[in-house]
């Protein structure tokens, strides 16, 4: 049985080689930080479209809407009044531009949360004063997130693994892009409709055992959103069609774990970790400039380091299934 064929496993693919990786290709291209930098300048520079005079009959009309019973008048009113007080900020604040950083397909933004009302340079507010034309915004705006947002991961997708970026894989990009937000939208809308109600039932025979309850669908949410993470990196790295790339994304994850649940840990501790740092500088001041640029580099290289860990973790189980196979093959030819 000298002469078996031998397949030398790969070694399981490392974490923190990915990262290092991943910073490593974002110095070889810098330009990957255009998106993202332009898109925190638009938000952050452009007009601001506020929904304020929309909403304000709705906030100052609180008082029909909202029960406080068991309290005292006192104590009801100046609840009241805190809650208009916190509903009037958040819309002298808010920004309709911020839909165009879409999820989970987007480009990265640190202007989108924000909320800034000043900036170094004079800028416009528009008030929107009508539903309609929000909706349309809103729609609009999602629309555009989604396709920079598609043109961005296909760009650190083949600029992380090399490979060349045909641009008539765009537009397949984006189709499978808008499919797998559509199935992540309306599952969560699915699902959410029977945890509210199991969650008010449970609550109303125990305010503890709702606690554990909220705990344990919390765990569970993570469990089944740790797949959907790695899902659109099949689609930008071996073009994939959406379904096979979301079961690529769940055995990749069965397979790797605990490193391909540490690796998103790792991830968003690093990039919500330095987003403190990013938001030190005011609006107001041109050095928040400095935390657009540090929060790109940071989303991109951890992205970048994604589609690094997710390919050679693919190659790792390419290559144990031969493994599995060839030993399948000795025992039936033993």
């Known amino acids: 049985m000298e002469n078996e064929p031998q397949i030398n496993l790969l070694p399981a693919p490392s974490i923190m080689d990915a990262f290092s990786a991943g910073f490593n290709r974002l110095a070889e291209n810098p330009a990957l930080l255009i998106l993202p930098v332009l898109l925190d300048l638009v938000i952050w520079l452009g007009p601001r479209l506020r929904v304020k005079d929309l909403f304000m009959?709705?906030?100052?009309?609180?008082?029909?809407y909202v029960s406080m019973e068991g309290l005292d008048p006192a104590q009801a009113a100046a609840t009241l009044q805190s809650m208009k007080e916190l509903l009037t900020a958040f819309l002298q604040?808010?920004?309709l531009a911020v839909y165009l950083r879409m999820y989970p397909i987007g480009v990265p933004s640190l202007m989108a949360g924000v909320f800034a009302t000043e900036a170094p340079i004079p800028t416009a507010t528009v008030e929107i004063d009508s539903m309609l034309v929000m909706l349309a915004l809103w729609a609009l705006f999602s629309l555009i997130g989604l396709i920079i947002g598609s043109i961005y991961f296909s760009w650190v997708a083949h600029a992380s693994l090399n490979t060349p970026m045909p641009p008539r894989r765009l537009g397949w990009n984006f189709l499978q892009s808008f499919f797998l937000t559509a199935i992540i939208f309306v599952a969560g809308f699915a699902l959410s409709i029977p945890a509210v109600l199991v969650l008010s039932l449970v609550s109303l025979l125990d305010a503890g055992l709702a606690q554990v309850?909220?705990?344990?669908?919390?765990?569970?949410?993570?469990?089944?959103?740790?797949?959907?993470?790695?899902?659109?990196?099949?689609?930008?790295?071996y073009q994939q069609n959406i379904l096979r790339s979301i079961l690529t994304g769940m055995a990749f994850t069965r397979m790797l774990l605990p490193g391909s649940s540490l690796f998103v840990l790792g991830g968003f501790t690093l990039v919500m970790g330095l987003d403190i740092v990013w938001k030190i500088a005011t609006p107001d001041s041109w050095l928040m400039?400095?935390?657009?640029?540090?929060?790109?580099?940071?989303?991109?290289?951890?992205?970048?380091?994604?589609?690094?860990?997710f390919n050679n973790g693919v190659l790792w189980m390419q290559e144990k299934a031969k493994m599995a196979l060839l030993a399948q093959a000795r025992e039936t030819f033993k």
């Open 213 to 237: 309850t909220l705990l344990v669908m919390i765990l569970g949410l993570s469990w089944v959103a740790l797949p959907l993470i790695y899902s659109p990196f099949g689609v930008y790295a």
């Open 93 to 95: 604040q808010f920004n």
């Open 57 to 64: 009959p709705v906030v100052n009309q609180m008082g029909g």
């Open 289 to 309: 400039l400095i935390g657009i640029a540090g929060h790109a580099a940071i989303c991109t290289a951890v992205l970048a380091a994604g589609f690094i860990y």
